[in-house]
């Protein structure tokens, strides 16, 4: 058993609160950083960006950042206006994310495209992007204007990978993480990065530093596969197996296929009705009956328990890249994140 | 007499090629930097990327760029990369633009979004402008990432202010110049601070320099303006009164608005046809009919050398900007541009 899995078992329900609580004084100014970028004169972009940013979202990310400014050095005025960049870029992506996915729900909530129009989600979105580079401008270190520079060109080839890889049953691992690293784990990685050159470490430790954002990162996105699987529409805010259905084809899915290679028949099967599912022509009802076999494939190949471990894995590597650090009440909290993530499948 | 009227009359017309050749032999380095950016590993954006970077613009950001520079100091690989970034960054606001303007044509050819879908354009889009982030900060000069941070910003407030004050009547000269600005002008003007920044001018001449941009910018965009009344559709790659039609009311048609105040029932018969030209339900040949009567009141209101005043107007507070320079090849080009860009009404 690894590390990860034993601090699970032998530690109560992590609680989101007890993870922030070192950093909430200091997220309340990252907040407060967010809120002054609302564009003067006009009513056009202050209601989809102020409705885009008060979105059910954890601030995962800005806290993530503080967090590892905590654990490695300070928190001091940078490392807030840089946690505030972090989540303008991920606001600012959802927001053509939505338009490229033609989402009407995130989350439970509608989207801004679906509210606005596309027009204005998009714009809303570059907006957002300016803002952030503004930030990054005024903070006058060039290492992270890169950072974050790399980030997004990041997410374009992450997205990119998406469509390539989109209703494709011989996608690899590979593809996926590359997908993955460059959609998820990317901006993750840059927060933690960013902490560590804000707080000077060197060159070795802030690599670890980004390690440990990006093998979270990963593990956030397979957890997130999983709850496409695992979840009802209430919960989660959007249909199951809604990414397979949009010809996504994420870990579980390819765990099951892994599973059933040396059963060409039932591989076969499988197939037939990934295949299905991806059909335009395939009516609702039939669907629904296709999802209720596929599931129960999964079930047999214990797809569920699969991901879990692999979660693990990163978990696991997660957890080594920050053993440098000494031992404090934010280094502890970033471990418990790591973990508290792993429960979102619960 | 203005000088630049003057300088206009007594001049040959000016040749494109000849104010290009200063820079002819970076410029060839500046497209090579651009080719560089095409994604890897992907025929996705890399189809879709090349195209809208072969579109028969002149290069006008980066050829300004370049001249602004060896008129006020040197060229050398950080002003060629700068000038690659302002094309990027141009590119990139076309890409998102052609998408909010639903958008079909564009100079005669068809745009990204018409030929791959919305979703190819705003992704094409979001590459570049990471890629012209990747550039800045390269550049380890956070100055002009601050330049170019503002200038995204502008972009965004510039089609806010254009989206607000449309299908306006009441639109005021000052949301016609605040939207000019940000929209078009702030590009040009970036180009030229970059110039003098990476020069290492004293600041008030780097504000001049700024300023020459600013004011050409203005003035490209008022013969731009003038260009969707007096070109055919074969000429300027989309239809006449386009800008009117999409409720957008430019300085021609502020100019008119203007001259027939004194004379109310003129000016009501020309704000009812402009209403007509907004409505939905106005079919196409009382289109055309509607169009001819506006293009008879704004010949009656001399529009078109009205325009052309205020075009001199700006021309000359552009010129009176880099007297400062030395006379060198390099300023006599900057000259030669502004003079060029007036003749396209011909």
Same mark, same amino acid.
């Given at each position: 058993?690894?590390?990860?899995?034993?601090?699970?078992?032998?530690?109560?329900?992590?609680?989101?609160?007890?993870?922030?609580? !070192?950093?909430?004084?200091?997220?309340?100014?990252?907040?407060?950083?967010?809120?002054?970028?609302?564009?003067?004169?006009?009513?056009?972009?202050?209601?989809?960006?102020?409705?885009?940013?008060?979105? !059910?979202?954890?601030?995962?990310?800005?806290?993530?950042?503080?967090?590892?400014?905590?654990?490695?050095?300070?928190?001091?005025? !940078?490392?807030?206006?840089?946690?505030?960049?972090?989540?303008?870029?991920?606001?600012?992506? +959802? #927001?053509?994310?939505?338009?490229?996915?033609?989402?009407?729900?995130?989350?439970?909530?509608?989207? &801004?495209?679906?509210?606005?129009?596309?027009?204005?989600?998009?714009?809303?979105?570059?907006?957002?992007?300016?803002?952030?580079?503004?930030?990054?401008?005024? +903070?006058?270190?060039?290492?992270?204007?890169?950072?974050?520079?790399? &980030?997004?060109?990041?997410?374009?080839?992450?997205? &990119?990978?998406?469509?390539?890889?989109?209703?494709?049953?011989?996608?690899?691992?590979?593809?996926?993480?590359?997908?993955?690293?460059?959609?998820?784990?990317?901006?993750?990685?840059?927060?933690?990065?960013?902490?560590?050159?804000?707080?000077?470490?060197?060159?070795?430790?802030?690599?670890?530093?980004?390690?440990?954002?990006?093998?979270?990162?990963?593990?956030?996105?397979?957890?997130?596969?999983?709850?496409?699987?695992?979840?009802?529409?209430?919960?989660?805010?959007?249909?199951?197996?809604?990414?397979?259905?949009?010809?996504? #084809?994420?870990?579980?899915?390819?765990?099951?296929?892994?599973?059933?290679?040396?059963?060409?028949?039932?591989?076969?099967?499988?197939?037939?009705?990934?295949?299905? +599912?991806?059909?335009?022509?395939?009516?609702?009802?039939?669907?629904?009956?296709?999802?209720?076999?596929?599931?129960?494939?999964?079930?047999?190949?214990?797809?569920?328990?699969?991901?879990?471990?692999?979660?693990?894995?990163?978990?696991?590597?997660?957890?080594?890249?920050?053993?440098?650090?000494?031992?404090?009440?934010?280094?502890?909290?970033?471990?418990?994140?790591? &973990?508290?993530?792993?429960?979102?499948?619960?």
């Amino acid at each position: 058993m690894t590390q990860a899995q034993l601090e699970r078992k032998n530690q109560a329900f992590i609680q989101m609160d007890a993870i922030y609580a !070192p950093v909430q004084d200091t997220l309340v100014s990252v907040k407060e950083s967010l809120r002054q970028i609302v564009p003067p004169e006009t009513e056009l972009l202050t209601q989809s960006i102020v409705y885009s940013m008060q979105a !059910p979202g954890k601030l995962m990310r800005p806290v993530l950042l503080l967090l590892a400014s905590g654990a490695s050095g300070t928190i001091g005025q !940078p490392h807030i206006e840089t946690a505030a960049v972090a989540e303008l870029i991920h606001v600012a992506t +959802l #927001l053509h994310d939505d338009v490229l996915d033609e989402a009407n729900l995130r989350r439970g909530r509608s989207t &801004v495209s679906a509210l606005w129009g596309n027009r204005v989600s998009i714009l809303s979105g570059d907006y957002l992007l300016a803002q952030a580079s503004l930030k990054l401008s005024q +903070l006058d270190n060039c290492r992270l204007v890169s950072i974050f520079a790399k &980030v997004l060109s990041n997410l374009c080839e992450g997205e &990119v990978e998406q469509i390539r890889s989109s209703y494709n049953l011989t996608a690899t691992w590979d593809s996926y993480f590359r997908k993955s690293v460059c959609k998820t784990a990317t901006l993750f990685a840059a927060c933690c990065e960013s902490a560590g050159v804000l707080n000077r470490l060197s060159e070795p430790e802030i690599q670890s530093m980004r390690m440990f954002g990006e093998k979270f990162g990963i593990a956030f996105q397979i957890i997130d596969d999983l709850l496409d699987y695992t979840s009802s529409t209430e919960q989660l805010g959007k249909p199951v197996l809604d990414d397979l259905k949009n010809g996504i #084809l994420n870990a579980p899915v390819l765990l099951a296929l892994e599973h059933f290679a040396q059963t060409p028949e039932t591989l076969q099967r499988l197939e037939q009705l990934i295949e299905q +599912l991806f059909s335009d022509e395939t009516d609702t009802a039939t669907q629904e009956g296709v999802s209720a076999q596929i599931l129960q494939l999964f079930s047999q190949a214990q797809v569920v328990e699969k991901t879990q471990a692999l979660v693990d894995r990163f978990i696991q590597e997660a957890y080594e890249s920050i053993q440098f650090l000494p031992d404090n009440v934010y280094r502890q909290a970033l471990l418990d994140l790591t &973990v508290y993530v792993t429960q979102r499948e619960r």
